[in-house]
Nanobody, 123 residues
């Protein structure tokens, strides 16, 4: 079974950039898409971005639109989340997940989740 491993998180100052990676091991991404979610302490998990693996269509949460970009490298079997102009409110644990349903944004559409990578943005 495919296993997802996120990396690239860290502590940065507001305005900085980070690129998160979601690498698939044990097989290729053989799903409708791959998404990124995040969860801050005491808050519900929030949809961040999703990318269709067949059409490369992309969707973003309202809070990150224009600042974050999701993209993939098929050769490396990895999906990335480029995060620019980071804000303190972007502080959260970021998770990637494979989507097995055409409905994006819904957690129930995603079946395999990574362990998460922490992003902390200081003001």
């Amino acid at each position: 079974q495919v296993r997802l491993v996120e990396s690239g998180g860290g502590l940065v100052q507001a305005g900085a950039s980070l690129t998160l990676s979601c690498a698939a091991s044990g097989g290729a991404f053989n799903t409708f898409g791959v998404g990124w979610f995040r969860q801050a302490p005491g808050k519900e998990r929030e949809f961040v971005a999703d990318m269709s693996l067949s059409s490369s269509e992309r969707w973003y949460g309202d809070s990150v639109k224009g600042r974050f970009t999701i993209f993939k490298d098929n050769a490396k079997n990895t999906v990335y989340l480029q995060m620019n102009s980071l804000k303190p409110e972007d502080t959260a644990t970021y998770y990637c997940a494979t989507r097995t349903h055409y409905l994006i944004r819904l957690e129930s559409s995603y079946n395999i989740w990574g362990q998460g990578t922490q992003v902390t943005v200081s003001s």
